[in-house]
Nanobody, 127 residues
Framework: QVQLVESGGGLVQAGASLRLSCVFSGRGRAFSSYTMGWFRQTPGKGREVVAAISGTRGLLYYDDSVKGRFTISRDNDKNTAYLQMNSLKPEDTAVYYC??????????????????WGQGTQVTVSS
């Protein structure tokens, strides 16, 4: 069984930065074999992918709304994925989730392709 635990959310002002972390644990496949994704969800809306990264090849995906502001990365030695969020805007306010899939790469993976999810961390950006 795989577990994902996010941290790093909080309340910040517009223009500030936050770094989210997602720690992976579990048996079976190594962390490096998983595509990792970051999603966000606001009340009344479905989860939308923010960014994703492949296991070892460095393939990346970003939603247009965060390109140039957010950076996804991972440290396979620490079994951790990160989302560095800069120049935050009020519209970035959401619950952020990390997710893992071993079946699909970052540029093709949608919400339904991910096998494991974290519990979410709240990010609130005030204007």
């Amino acid at each position: 069984q795989v577990q994902l635990v996010e941290s790093g959310g909080g309340l910040v002002q517009a223009g500030a930065s936050l770094r989210l972390s997602c720690v992976f644990s579990g048996r079976g496949r190594a962390f490096s074999s998983y595509t990792m994704g970051w999603f966000r969800q606001t009340p009344g809306k479905g989860r939308e992918v923010v960014a994703a990264i492949s296991g070892t090849r460095g393939l990346l995906y970003y939603d247009d709304s965060v390109k140039g502001r957010f950076t996804i990365s991972r440290d396979n030695d620490k079994n951790t994925a990160y989302l560095q969020m800069n120049s935050l805007k009020p519209e970035d306010t959401a619950v952020y989730y990390c997710a893992a899939t071993w079946r699909v790469g970052p540029r093709r993976a949608g919400v339904g392709d991910y096998d494991y999810w974290g519990q979410g961390t709240q990010v609130t950006v005030s204007s």
